[in-house]
Nanobody, 132 residues
Framework: QVQLVESGGGSVQSGGSLRLSCTAT???????????ISWFRQAPGKEREEVAC????????YYADAVKGRATISQENDNRIVWLQMTDLSPSDTANYYC??????????????????????WGKGTLVTVSS
């Protein structure tokens, strides 16, 4: 059972930066690099949206238009740590940010973007609050 734990959220002023991390454990059935890892966010009263996705197996990287040019997703240790670096933050980036994993070993590419219903494991989220 893959388990995901996010950290790095907090309060920041407009124009600031944050780096979120997702620590993944529990890769007992499949290697960690057989998973695509995504960052989603959900603001109050809004639907959960994917902001970034990374599949090392498929070589895919995806960024939502809302964060393109301001976000960088990266991984180390075969997806056991996945980072989301975000710069030039604005109040519209305020949300709970969730890390999610999707087993893509049997999935024909591309693996990103990944819809929420396709994800196999979720973290509990980390709150990012951007003040103006």
């Amino acid at each position: 059972q893959v388990q995901l734990v996010e950290s790095g959220g907090g309060s920041v002023q407009s124009g600031g930066s944050l780096r979120l991390s997702c620590t993944a454990t529990g890769f007992t059935s499949f290697s960690s690099d057989y998973y695509a890892i995504s960052w989603f966010r959900q603001a109050p009263g809004k639907e959960r949206e994917e902001v970034a996705c990374l599949s090392t197996l498929g070589g895919d990287v995806y960024y939502a238009d809302a964060v393109k040019g301001r976000a960088t997703i990266s991984q180390e240790n075969d997806n056991r740590i996945v980072w989301l670096q975000m710069t030039d933050l604005s109040p519209s980036d305020t949300a709970n940010y969730y890390c999610a994993a999707r087993l893509v070993f049997y999935v024909a590419g591309p693996h990103c973007p990944s819809p929420p219903h396709a994800m196999d494991a979720w973290g509990k989220g980390t709150l990012v609050t951007v003040s103006s």
